[in-house]
């Protein structure tokens, strides 16, 4: 008889822990890196759509002290979040975990609106929910999405000549700076989320040290 797993075994919450650190790491080495050329399109011809043109991110919210120390730390920490999140997607597939993480619209599609419309007190009661809600599949596949973009278009910036038709999907290096960005602001305001939803059921802060209960 299989034994019934932990609301969050092992796997998920050592690479959760390990996430942590780096994408803190990785966000703010990556603006000490944008304020070598904090503007947006090519050289000479900035995108006057672009509203944060010229925007410097200030010193307390950047690491690397310059240009080559903000990279050293970026690059270093670039290879854990890869490393980790490929780590954690075999672990998902090869357990099947993904069909009760992830999202899958036919199944969550209405949990996640029955559970939005409970949030905003339209609702009495939530939506019936085993690991996650449908919002809660939601939110940590386009965690999954974002990361994968933030991957390949660091990469398009990384080597912009050898992975030059990986870049005709952004637009161009330009583009892929955009891109790179605005997914940066979004797993930020995932994680800024992710902690209001914490604060509001404290025990899955608990679940993701001990593992919880089967």
């Known amino acids: 008889m299989r034994k019934p797993l932990k609301p969050q075994p092992w ?54 002290g310059w240009l080559a120390g903000g990279r050293a730390w970026h690059f270093a920490f670039a290879w854990i979040l890869v490393v980790n999140g490929l780590v954690w997607v075999v672990w998902l597939l090869a357990s099947g975990e993904w069909r009760r993480r992830l999202f899958w619209p036919p199944r969550d599609t209405r949990a996640a ?24 599949r939601i939110a940590y596949t386009s965690a999954l999405a974002l990361g994968a973009i933030e991957v390949l278009s660091g990469l398009v910036m990384w080597k912009p000549v050898q992975f030059e038709l990986l870049g005709l999907l952004f637009g161009g290096y330009d583009g892929a700076r955009l891109v790179h960005f605005v997914g940066l602001v979004a797993l930020a305001g995932f994680l800024v989320g992710h902690i209001v939803m914490v604060a509001a059921h404290p025990r899955s802060l608990g679940e993701m040290i001990t593992g919880g209960k089967p």
């Open 11 to 64: 796997p998920v919450r050592v690479t959760h822990w390990v996430n942590v650190p780096a994408l803190v790491i990785m966000a703010l080495s990556g603006l000490q890196i944008l304020i070598a050329y904090p503007y947006m399109g090519p050289q000479g011809e900035m995108w006057s759509w672009y509203p944060l043109q010229g925007w410097r991110p200030p010193e307390w919210l950047r690491l690397g």
């Open 113 to 136: 609106l029955q559970q939005a419309a409970y949030y905003v007190r339209l609702r009495k009661d939530p939506p019936e929910a085993n690991l996650y809600n449908g919002l809660q």
